[in-house]
Every structure is written in structure tokens, then in C-alpha cells.
């Protein structure tokens, strides 16, 4: 007599738990640990400001005379606020059309080309070249400038068949170089008195900006930030690589292109409005991709933005509040961003 058959009832040993999902946050921990960074970011950024407005304000707080000061402050807050969304948005976009994660824009030149102009006026037109450069026409002048330098330089090196992104960053080092040595022989030509009035538009300063420029500058900080923002994703499929972003169906070229147009807008809009910070995009986009701890680019640009002005912001609440050293806040971000630079360089992990 034959047996009936046994049913076996297989149980998995792993229950799904729901912890991880596909996306750029996989897991629980992950989420939370970016909503915690988040959160941070924008209480030490709603704190520091509130600092820069309020703090060693000699008028009565809700006094008409408070909010005037205020008010005053308030254009340096704004200007701090543009330059950490353009220096940002436009390192990090950089790092990942050309596949790097220890180079800034400021390598395509444009703080070498900023400070050979400023140079020059002075060199050919003594220290009333200075004022001949302040104003809307000029600065608007001066960002057209350097966008249109850098456009043609990537439509010259990265269009044709063998055109090549690493040797648009060594011409652009050697155009920087070249820039940087000829403003350096004008310098050491000019009188003591003209040199001292120069080295204060060596550095990036929130003095330099002018309000008048704002109409100017806020509309291209915007609109170039929201473009970037909407090509997001395919910022995430370029990070990929040339050859597997061309295989997903996507122009590498023409992203490359599109991508860079609009770093070139960012950089010229901040070098042009506070002068040259070379390092500072380099030290915000490092940590930002450390604190985000991500690959898409919808969830790094937020910490990135928010980080630069936490890092500008508190830096000069510091230095002018309690040091009453304005002048050396510039030098410190520098100098900051520069050993973050040479850690990372230096490092045996990843970046």
C-alpha cells in the first residue's frame, strides 16, 4: 500500500522587515540619518542668521531703528546666500561631469581672469580704474566675460570627435597659470599705495557686492540653480561614466555641455559679485557628499547649499562679532578649504 506524500512547508529563515528599498536612501537609518543632517543644517543656518541680525545691534529689539540695522545686515546675509548656491551647486555639477571629486571650477580660471582684469584697470589706470569697474554695465560686462571665455573654450576642446574633457582642464590650468603670472608681474609694478588698495579685491570679500547688482545676479543664481536642479537625474546617470550613460540612452556630449554652461554662469555670477574663494566650493561639496552619504543629486544639492551658507554665515559671525576681524574671514574659509583639499589628496579612503 503506497504511502500518501508528505507536504513540506518551506518557511524563510529571513523575514522581510522593510528595512531597505531601492533608491538613493536604502535604508531606514539612512533616511533618518538624512533628515537629522538636514534639520541641523537648518537650525545652525536660521541661527547664524538670526546672529548676524540681532547680535550687538545697539537698538532696542522691535525698535524702528533696530530694523533699519537689520535691514542693512540682511544685504550681506542675501549675498552670503547667493554665493553658497553658486559656488555649491556649481562644484558639485563639476565634480561629476568630469568624474572628480578633488578639482573645483575655479581650475577653468575664472578667479585668474577676475584678477588679471582687476589688475590691469589698475596697472594701466591707477586706483580711479577700480571705480571705472563697479556698476551694473560692468559687472553684467564681466560676467558675459567669463561665460562667454569658458563656452568657448569647451566648444572649442570638447566638440569634435576626439574631443576631451581632461584636456579641457589642462588648458585651463595653463590659461589660469598664464592669467595668475602675468596679473603678478603688473602688481609688482604698481606704487605701494595702489598695490595696498588692489589687495583688497584679491580676496573674497561679502564687501565687494554691491546691492545695485542683485537685480542682476539673483535672477542668474536662480534660474541657472533651478535648471540644475531639473537635470538632477541625469546628473546621477553621467556620474556613471561616458560609456554607461551612452548606453542608457543618454547624450553624453550634450549634457556635458548643458551641464558646464550653467557652472560657468554660477562662477562667473560669485567671482564677479565677492572676488575669488578658490577653495570654498571644493571644502562644501566634500563634506556635503560626507553628510548626504549619497549618489542623487536632488538629495546632496540641499545639503550642499545649506553647508556653504552654515560655513559663510557662521564664519563671519564669528570673525566680525566676537573677533571684530572682518577682514581675515575670507583668508580663514581659504585656508580651511585648503587643508580639507590637501586631506583629502592625502587620504586613503574614499572621497
Not at 191 to 200: G, R
Not at 201 to 213: E, K, L, V
Not at 308 to 334: C, N, P
Request: hydrophobic content about 55%; aromatic content about 10%; some cysteine.
Amino acid at each position: 500500500m503506497a504511502e500518501a506524500p508528505t507536504r513540506i512547508r518551506v518557511t524563510p529563515s529571513i523575514e522581510p522587515t522593510g528595512e531597505r528599498a531601492s533608491g538613493p536612501l536604502p535604508t531606514a537609518r539612512a533616511r533618518r540619518r538624512y533628515r537629522i543632517t538636514l534639520a541641523v543644517l537648518v537650525v545652525l543656518a536660521v541661527g547664524f542668521a538670526i546672529g548676524h541680525l540681532a547680535w550687538d545691534n545697539p537698538m532696542p529689539v522691535g525698535s524702528r531703528g533696530f530694523w533699519i540695522i537689520a535691514e542693512l545686515r540682511a544685504t550681506t546675509l542675501l549675498v552670503m546666500l547667493v554665493v553658497a548656491v553658486c559656488q555649491a551647486l556649481a562644484t558639485v555639477s563639476f565634480q561629476t561631469v568630469t568624474n572628480n571629486r578633488i578639482i573645483t571650477p575655479s581650475i577653468m580660471g575664472f578667479e585668474s581672469l577676475y584678477v588679471a582684469v582687476q589688475t590691469a584697470a589698475v596697472y594701466f589706470l591707477g586706483v580711479a580704474g577700480l571705480t571705472m569697474l563697479t556698476g551694473v554695465p560692468q559687472f553684467v560686462l564681466q560676467v558675459a566675460v567669463m561665460v562667454g571665455l569658458s563656452l568657448a573654450l569647451y566648444g572649442w576642446l570638447l566638440s569634435g570627435r576626439y574631443g576631451n574633457i581632461q584636456v579641457m582642464l589642462l588648458i585651463g590650468i595653463v590659461i589660469g597659470g598664464g592669467l595668475a603670472s602675468v596679473s603678478s608681474f603688473m602688481r609688482r609694478m604698481l606704487t605701494p599705495s595702489e598695490f595696498d588698495v588692489l589687495t583688497a579685491r584679491m580676496f573674497g570679500s561679502m564687501s565687494n557686492a554691491d546691492p545695485d547688482y542683485f537685480p542682476v545676479a539673483v535672477p542668474l543664481c536662480i534660474g541657472a540653480a533651478l535648471l540644475l536642479w531639473w537635470r538632477a537625474k541625469r546628473l546621477n546617470v553621467v556620474a556613471l561614466g561616458r560609456d554607461t550613460s551612452m548606453n542608457l540612452g543618454l547624450d553624453h556630449r550634450s549634457e556635458l555641455m548643458r551641464t558646464l554652461f550653467l557652472v560657468s554662469i554660477l562662477m562667473a555670477v560669485s567671482t564677479a559679485l565677492v572676488g575669488p574663494m578658490t577653495f570654498f566650493g571644493f571644502l562644501v561639496a566634500t563634506l556635503a557628499y560626507q553628510l548626504a552619504d549619497t549618489y542623487d543629486h536632488r538629495r546632496v544639492f540641499p545639503v550642499a547649499v545649506l553647508l556653504g551658507f552654515v560655513v559663510l554665515s557662521g564664519a563671519y559671525f564669528v570673525m566680525t562679532k566676537i573677533f571684530y576681524a572682518q577682514g581675515v574671514v575670507s583668508i580663514i574659509i581659504e585656508l580651511i578649504g585648503g587643508s580639507v583639499f590637501l586631506f583629502v589628496i592625502l587620504r586613503k579612503g574614499r572621497l
